[in-house]
């Protein structure tokens, strides 16, 4: 789901007549047709076609909390040729005019494996050479990382990924960074953010035949496929084989599945030359497949999307379950948690786990890299990160949701977000990279089992130093996104005025704005530290509530209790919440 523009109400006669211009125009025989037939029942009174037609140019897609993402079909309100063309063009001019003549963009274009994927990109590619850019075409279907690092490597101005990421299969996106000489500073090959997208929204018109956008029947430049070499080496190279970790890495077990998206073969590179020779794919997910035949939803936070992972981990004995999604700026992972069976790892867990381990990193090093290293998470994410940080002397920032705030967090040294978004490695992509993060904590993995100790432990050890921070999600999906604006607007009128009966400490509109840009989100706080922040989802038909409590812990012996007062308490407020929103 995205941000919308300003919705639009037709006329029946006028919707008919956008939608046969539209079909007539379409370049896509495929989806052309498709509107032709939804135009014919609406013609003939079928109301539910009639409101199809009506969802479909309700809107123009606009750039959202990860690009745009939408359904594939025809129209304005769905991705289609169409609407990439345009898109491309209004980009392409968006480029031009940053450079002012003064300098010839380059532009890299990468794809994943969904429907029509490596159409939008070579079209992007054709319609980018006709502008005068430079552009550079990934060579196949690769992971987002390796984009995020093309355009960092090869100092471009712009990165097209064209993903839907962890979306349903009939979805498919457009994600665009700057880098380069068009942006200065830490967001340099990053997201785009505010303002950025929407002078370049200003450059796409849909006004005008889409003839009038020139396609180039050569001349961009296809990459070798070294390019994604390069990122293997790169990544690699965060957490090198030595003599001394080879024994560890060897004699760790992991089991891989990348959802059937395209981070099967990168994946599996980066474990072997980093020295994890007991690497087992599953193998029924291994291949990209835009069917994503043996998931309802290829996204590893699902009910169900690991469940053939986990029951090879178990059949091998494995240490550790890693899932990429789709494109593979995500990472979930998965433990044997003794006395408790296989269970997945928080987004906040894997988080806190990366950002001790880097922390530690850091002190080992041993010329005071804490006093100039940077720590940022998003603030739905969990507090734990923060108090890790200012344990060490490490700086520590929260922003706004996505990963194109939190890498432009100036110093950044490691960022994540709960959703399963991590960047260990802010100098390789400036962006979430589920490999890269895949290889640190299964190094992590391997040096705490070499010493008698796990992951879970580690997180114990985390827990007694710091508190017990405790996290939970309520999640409300909609049909209409009318819905989200009524959940919302019911909760500004009547707040909730206590937390599992500790009574509101601070409450705050996040919408107004503050110490980060408005963004629709509201923030409650109690008296005894439950947190609580809702808002709609940035990709997703959800409103979502981010819920987290903190219980002190004196010693190991007293985490069994701790967990029980903690589970009870997130039970509470997920109550208190579910009925201030009506859910």
Same mark, same amino acid.
Do not use: K, Y
């Given at each position: 789901m995205n941000a919308f523009a300003d919705t639009r109400t037709y006329p029946p006669s006028d919707l008919h007549a956008e939608a046969r211009r539209w079909a007539a125009e379409d370049p896509d025989a495929t989806t052309a047709a498709e509107l032709s037939r939804v135009l014919a029942a609406a013609q003939a009174g079928d109301a539910a076609a009639q409101a199809d037609l009506g969802a479909r140019f309700a809107t123009t897609l606009a750039f959202g909390t990860a690009g745009l993402r939408a359904e594939l079909g025809a129209g304005p309100n769905r991705m289609n040729r169409q609407v990439v063309r345009r898109t491309a063009a209004g980009l392409a001019a968006y480029l031009l005019e940053q450079a002012g003549g003064a300098y010839k963009p380059r532009a890299v274009i990468g794809f994943?494996?969904?429907?029509?994927?490596?159409?939008?990109?070579?079209?992007?590619?054709?319609?980018?050479t006709a502008a005068g850019i430079d552009a550079l075409l990934l060579p196949s279907a690769l992971p987002t990382p390796v984009l995020a690092y093309a355009v960092r490597a090869l100092e471009a101005e712009a990165g097209v990924m064209v993903t839907a990421s962890h979306n349903p299969p009939r979805d498919n996106g457009y994600k665009v960074y700057?880098?380069?000489?068009?942006?200065?500073?830490?967001?340099?090959?990053?997201?785009?953010v505010a303002p950025v997208d929407a002078a370049i929204a200003a450059k796409i018109s849909y006004d005008g035949p889409l003839a009038r956008i020139e396609l180039a029947r050569s001349g961009w430049t296809v990459l070798?496929?070294?390019?994604a070499d390069d990122y293997t080496g790169a990544v690699v190279a965060?957490?090198?084989a030595t003599e001394a970790s080879r024994p560890a890495r060897a004699a760790t077990s992991i089991v891989l599945t990348s959802l059937h998206g395209v981070?099967?073969?990168?994946?599996?590179?980066?474990?072997?030359?980093?020295?994890?020779?007991?690497?087992?794919?599953?193998?029924?997910?291994?291949?990209?497949?835009?069917?994503?035949?043996?998931?309802?939803?290829?996204?590893p936070e699902e009910p169900g999307a690991m469940d053939l992972a986990l029951a090879t981990a178990e059949r091998v004995g494995a240490d550790l379950v890693i899932a990429n999604d789709p494109d593979a700026d995500r990472c979930a992972a998965a433990v044997n948690d003794p006395g408790a069976g296989w269970r997945m790892l928080r987004g906040d867990e894997v988080g806190a786990?990366?950002?001790?381990?880097?922390?530690?990193?850091? %002190?080992?090093?041993?010329?005071?890299?804490?006093?100039?290293?940077?720590?940022?998470?998003?603030?739905v994410s969990s507090r734990l990160l923060g108090?890790? %940080?200012?344990?060490?002397?490490?700086?520590?920032?929260?922003?706004l949701t996505g990963f194109k705030w939190i890498a432009r967090v100036p110093g950044l040294t490691f960022g994540y977000e709960e959703a399963l978004g991590y960047c260990v490695a802010p100098d390789l992509a400036r962006d979430k990279d589920g490999m890269s993060a895949a290889l640190v904590l299964a190094d992590l993995a391997a040096t705490l089992k070499a010493a008698g100790s796990s992951l879970p432990e580690r997180l114990d050890e985390l827990a007694v130093e710091h508190g017990l921070f405790a996290t939970d999600q309520l999640s409300v999906r909609v049909d209409s996104l009318a819905r989200l604006g009524e959940m919302m607007a019911r909760l500004r009128a009547a707040p909730p005025s206590s937390l599992a009966g500790a009574p509101i400490a601070s409450a705050q509109d996040l919408g107004a704005g503050g110490d980060l840009p408005p963004t629709d989100a509201l923030l409650y706080v109690s008296t005894d530290d439950s947190r609580v922040i809702v808002r709609p989802s940035g990709t997703e038909p959800k409103l979502k509530a981010y819920l987290e409590v903190v219980e002190p812990v004196a010693s190991a012996a007293g985490l069994?209790? %701790?967990?029980?007062? %903690?589970?009870?308490?997130?039970?509470?407020v997920k109550n208190d919440i579910a009925a201030a929103l009506g859910a």
């Open positions: 994943d494996a969904r429907r029509n994927s490596d159409v939008f990109a070579e079209e992007t590619a054709a319609i980018f700057l880098g380069g000489r068009a942006v200065d500073g830490a967001g340099r090959g990053a997201q785009i070798p496929e070294s390019i965060l957490s090198p981070g099967s073969a990168t994946m599996l590179g980066v474990f072997d030359r980093a020295g994890f020779s007991r690497v087992m794919p599953v193998i029924e997910q291994a291949e990209p497949d835009p069917d994503f035949p043996t998931v309802a939803f290829p996204n786990l990366l950002g001790a381990h880097t922390a530690s990193r850091i %002190a080992a090093s041993g010329n005071d890299g804490a006093a100039s290293a940077v720590f940022a998470n998003s603030i108090r890790i %940080a200012a344990s060490c002397g490490i700086e520590h920032h929260e922003t069994p209790a %701790a967990r029980g007062r %903690a589970a009870e308490r997130l039970a509470a």
